[in-house]
C-alpha cells in the first residue's frame, strides 16, 4: 500500500495512532531539513489543505525521526500461514515430590 496524502488525511481525521509515521513517510525530507517546528507545522498543514498537523505532532515525530529512519515501514500482510504452521513446543518437567516449605523439627 503506498502512502498518499488522501490516505495520511483519513488517519489524522481519525486521531489513528499511526498518522505521525506515516506523516514523516510522506515527507520525510521537510522533516530532515533545518526549518523550525512551528514553520514546518505551516508548510504541512498548507500541503494537506486543512489544519491536520499540531507542534506536538512536529515534535514527536523529529523525536522519533532517527529510529524511523533505519527502517522502513513494514507492509502488513493478509495471511498468517507461518505462525499456523510452526508447531508450540511441549514443555516437558521431571516428575519429584515438591520440597516442604518448612522443614521439620526433630520433635514431630
Do not use: H
Not at 15 to 37: I, T, V, W
Not at 54 to 67: E, F, H, Q, T
Request: glycine share 0%; with cysteine; aromatic share 10%.
Amino acid at each position: 500500500m503506498e502512502i498518499t496524502k488522501e490516505l495520511v488525511l483519513k488517519l489524522c481525521e481519525r486521531k489513528d495512532p499511526k498518522r505521525k509515521r506515516m506523516l514523516f513517510e510522506l515527507y520525510r525530507d521537510l522533516f530532515a531539513s533545518n526549518m523550525s517546528a512551528r514553520f514546518l507545522v505551516d508548510v504541512i498543514n498548507e500541503k494537506l489543505s486543512i489544519v491536520a498537523v499540531s507542534l506536538y505532532d512536529v515534535k514527536y515525530i523529529r523525536a522519533k525521526m532517527k529510529k524511523w529512519g533505519d527502517q522502513q515501514m513494514p507492509v502488513q500482510k493478509s495471511e498468517k500461514p507461518e505462525a499456523e504452521a510452526q508447531p508450540k513446543a511441549a514443555m516437558k518437567f521431571p516428575r519429584s515430590e515438591p520440597e516442604p516449605y518448612v522443614k521439620p523439627s526433630k520433635k514431630y
